[in-house]
């Protein structure tokens, strides 16, 4: 199943579902970026939407990406701001922005599904301004090596959508390729 129809089917109960790591992400990302204002931001993996209204509080303008058009339509269900827009994209391709156009990326629990984190990093790196931010939290390779992933309940039952295990080195070795 590709990453799009596993977060559709995962989308009904992703926000009723009890998830530390979800939670604990949000509050990491809230205390990381306590500046008043960022610009423009470009959130990767927005999913439902769990901090794109936080962002659109902090910022000129915010581009919401995911690849499930089931966790986008919750997202925009939830996330009434004038300066949001969500797109479903498959962000392992080039990304609906300009380059230059964002102060600051966000990319929450979204790596784990990617393979190739150069070309995430290369996008970055095109779309940031000078001295933009890029901000990753992802589960640590030791909990996913323990067999930690994403998961979620559907009709079905528990999903576990595609996961790829990064070392750190991995994506340090990415970011330094890509220039960062």
């Known amino acids: 199943m590709k990453i799009d129809e596993s977060y559709d089917a995962g989308a009904k109960s992703y926000d009723s579902m009890d998830n530390k790591t979800r939670d604990l992400e949000a509050e990491v990302l809230r205390k990381t970026f306590l500046n008043?204002?960022?610009?423009?931001?470009?959130?990767?993996?927005?999913?439902?939407?769990?901090?794109?209204?936080?962002?659109?509080?902090?910022?000129?303008?915010?581009?919401?990406?995911?690849?499930?058009?089931?966790?986008?339509?919750?997202?925009?269900?939830k996330i009434e701001a004038d300066n949001v827009t969500f797109t479903q994209t498959d962000i392992i391709q080039t990304w609906p922005v300009k380059p230059g156009w964002s102060n600051l990326i966000t990319c929450s629990l979204v790596l784990e599904h990617i393979e190739d984190l150069n070309f995430i990093f290369r996008e970055a790196a095109r779309v940031l301004k000078r001295r933009g931010k890029f901000y990753i939290c992802e589960l640590h390779p030791w909990k996913q090596y323990s067999g930690s992933q994403a998961r979620f309940d559907t009709d079905e039952g528990i999903h576990r959508p595609q996961a790829f295990i990064h070392h750190i080195s991995d994506y340090l070795n990415a970011a330094k390729t890509e220039g960062f």
């Open 36 to 77: 008043p204002h960022y610009g423009n931001i470009l959130e990767l993996g927005c999913g439902t939407g769990k901090n794109t209204g936080w962002l659109s509080q902090k910022a000129d303008y915010v581009t919401a990406l995911d690849f499930s058009s089931e966790m986008i339509a919750r997202a925009r269900a």
